[in-house]
């Protein structure tokens, strides 16, 4: 097992004479380093200060019972995921050395221009991985490979048209992932994602579901990602079940939507959101045909999207720091606490 280190040589020197690891678990601080034999070890970082991504290279130290982690070796390519600040909703990196990205849409009756849309950033991004679109559940769809490949032609990225249930498309997706390549499937819950991915691995890599009818929430224990180093197609899988997002907040809608912010320019109020305010460029390109009404209708939707997403996110941090005060005010006043006077 060389857990993709030849890829990673590829793209970055390594020293002779180093022993290196590579993070297979970060949580709260908590690391695990996998070695080049498979085994995992809790590790430690020299530097307290240094933050590390699973999938990261690492130079390590072996001790008796852990690993030192001596130094980070620099990163070819990071996977970003949304979170919120203070302010608004961030880009951070959440995994590290990737290859490639397979986002899954199901192809079920909900299947629509927006729900790809949703997506059209990740593909548009010039990314230092590849990333891909993956139909998953063709056997639901009547036409399926026809949709393919005109997903593909719009999009301009390859388009897998797969089925776990009858196992169409499985062949082209193992032959798209090179030896010794690194991957994640990103896919909301229930589009099949475990179904597949185990399908590929030709292992039960992850606990399939059938659909809760009660509720949604509670089917995955973690959110930490995780590495499976899958030895039957030798591939690295990072499992990244905390990755709610990938690339919607309202800064993408510029990037899926590049037409109407230029349209935008020519609002009267430079906040306009398109939605009736008088002296709406936008609006008045709808009305003269000059913007498409469906591409319209697209951006109205997603904008509520991105905010809903932006709401969730400063109501959580809202929280956290209404906890971090009450919890401040705890300490200072356990301070101030003096024993009676007998
Ligand atoms: N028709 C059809 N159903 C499928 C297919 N793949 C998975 N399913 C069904 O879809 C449901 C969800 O499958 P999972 O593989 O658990 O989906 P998931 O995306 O990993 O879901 P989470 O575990 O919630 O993340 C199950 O009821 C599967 O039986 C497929 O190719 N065709
Ligand atoms: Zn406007």
């Known amino acids: 097992m060389e857990l993709g280190l030849d890829t990673y040589k590829q793209h970055e020197q390594v020293d002779d004479g180093v022993t290196v690891a590579?993070?297979?678990?970060?949580?709260?601080?908590?690391?695990?380093?996998?070695?080049?034999?498979?085994?995992?070890?809790?590790?430690?970082?020299?530097?307290?200060?240094?933050?590390?991504?699973?999938?990261?290279?690492?130079?390590?130290?072996?001790?008796?019972?852990?690993?030192?982690?001596?130094?980070?070796?620099?990163?070819?390519?990071?996977l970003g995921r949304i979170t919120g600040d203070r302010y608004q909703a961030q880009e951070k990196e959440a995994v590290s050395n990737l290859d490639q990205l397979f986002i899954c849409i199901s192809m079920n009756k909900n299947l629509s221009d927006s729900r790809i849309n949703r997506y059209r950033y990740a593909f548009q991004k010039d990314n230092?991985?590849?990333?891909?679109?993956?139909?998953?559940?063709?056997?639901l769809w009547p036409d399926a490979a026809q949709l393919a490949a005109q997903l593909a032609d719009?999009?301009?990225?390859?388009?897998?048209?797969?089925?776990?249930?009858?196992?169409?498309?499985?062949?082209?997706?193992?032959?798209?992932?090179?030896?010794?390549?690194?991957?994640?499937?990103?896919?909301?819950?229930?589009?099949?994602?475990?179904?597949?991915?185990?399908?590929?691995?030709?292992?039960?890599?992850?606990?399939?579901q059938q659909i809760s009818a009660r509720t949604d929430k509670g089917r995955h224990t973690t959110t930490s990602s995780r590495?499976?180093?899958?030895?039957?197609?030798?591939?690295?899988?990072?499992?990244?079940?905390?990755?709610?997002?990938?690339?919607?907040?309202?800064?993408?809608?510029?990037?899926?939507?590049?037409?109407?912010?230029?349209?935008?320019?020519?609002?009267?109020?430079?906040?306009?959101?398109?939605?009736?305010?008088?002296?709406?460029?936008?609006?008045?390109?709808v009305n003269n045909g000059q913007l498409d009404q469906q591409v319209y209708q697209q951006f109205i939707s997603l904008q509520a999207e991105s905010q809903a997403t932006q709401t969730y996110l400063d109501a959580k941090i809202a929280k956290k720091l209404m906890r971090k005060a009450r919890d401040k005010k705890q300490a200072v006043s356990k301070r101030h606490y003096r024993k009676p006077p007998m």
Not at 46 to 72: A, C, H, Y
Not at 128 to 139: C, G, M, N, P, R
């Open 22 to 78: 590579r993070i297979s678990l970060s949580s709260a601080n908590i690391y695990k380093v996998m070695h080049l034999d498979g085994s995992e070890t809790t590790a430690t970082p020299k530097n307290r200060t240094t933050q590390f991504l699973v999938g990261d290279w690492v130079v390590i130290d072996p001790q008796l019972d852990f690993d030192l982690i001596s130094e980070r070796l620099p990163r070819y390519s990071t």
């Open 128 to 139: 230092e991985y590849q990333t891909s679109l993956v139909l998953t559940k063709s056997d």
């Open 154 to 208: 719009e999009l301009g990225v390859a388009v897998l048209c797969t089925s776990s249930l009858t196992g169409a498309g499985i062949a082209d997706l193992q032959a798209s992932i090179l030896p010794g390549q690194t991957v994640s499937f990103y896919g909301n819950s229930g589009v099949g994602k475990s179904s597949l991915v185990n399908a590929v691995a030709q292992e039960e890599v992850m606990a399939t």
């Open 227 to 285: 590495l499976f180093p899958i030895s039957r197609g030798d591939f690295i899988l990072v499992d990244t079940p905390g990755i709610k997002s990938v690339g919607v907040g309202t800064n993408d809608l510029a990037m899926v939507f590049p037409e109407i912010v230029d349209l935008g320019k020519g609002c009267r109020f430079h906040d306009c959101t398109h939605k009736g305010e008088p002296g709406c460029a936008v609006q008045a390109a």
